[in-house]
Nanobody, 125 residues
C-alpha cells in the first residue's frame, strides 16, 4: 500500500553533479524521517543523508559540503543534490521513508519502513 520510487541516477564525470529524487505513493498519513542510502559493489549499505519531517538534515562525513538533502512534505518527495562527485560515490542509491499510512483495516494507521528499488549512480571519465 506504500511504494517508494526513485529517479535521476546515471553516469557523470568526476567533479560533476547529479540529482536523485524519490516519491512516496500511497494513502499516507505521515512521513517521519526520509533518507538516502547507498551500496557500492562489495560493500555494505551505508547511510548518506537523512532528513526529519521538520527539515533537519544530517550527513555522513564523506559527503558533507558536497551533498544536500531536501524534502517536500506536500508532495511526499525527497531529493539528494550531489556535487563534486568522485569515483568513490559510485553506488546504487536507495531512498528510505518512515511511513504511517491508512491501512483500511481494524488498525487504521500502520507504520513501517519502506525502501525504493534503487537507482544507479556511476562516476567515471
Amino acid at each position: 500500500q506504500v511504494q517508494v520510487v526513485e529517479s535521476g541516477g546515471g553516469l557523470v564525470q568526476p567533479g560533476g553533479s547529479l540529482r536523485v529524487s524519490c516519491k512516496v505513493f500511497g494513502s499516507i498519513f505521515r512521513i517521519a524521517d526520509m533518507a538516502w542510502y547507498r551500496q557500492a559493489p562489495g560493500k555494505q549499505r551505508e547511510l548518506v543523508a537523512r532528513i526529519t519531517d521538520g527539515g533537519l538534515p544530517n550527513y555522513v562525513e564523506s559527503v558533507k559540503g558536497r551533498f544536500t538533502i531536501s524534502r517536500d512534505n506536500t508532495n511526499d518527495t525527497a531529493d539528494l543534490q550531489m556535487n563534486d562527485l568522485t569515483a568513490e560515490d559510485t553506488a546504487v542509491y536507495y531512498c528510505y521513508a518512515d511511513v504511517t499510512y491508512y491501512s483500511g483495516g481494524p488498525e487504521q494507521l500502520v507504520r513501517g519502513d519502506y525502501w525504493g528499488q534503487g537507482t544507479q549512480v556511476t562516476v567515471s571519465s
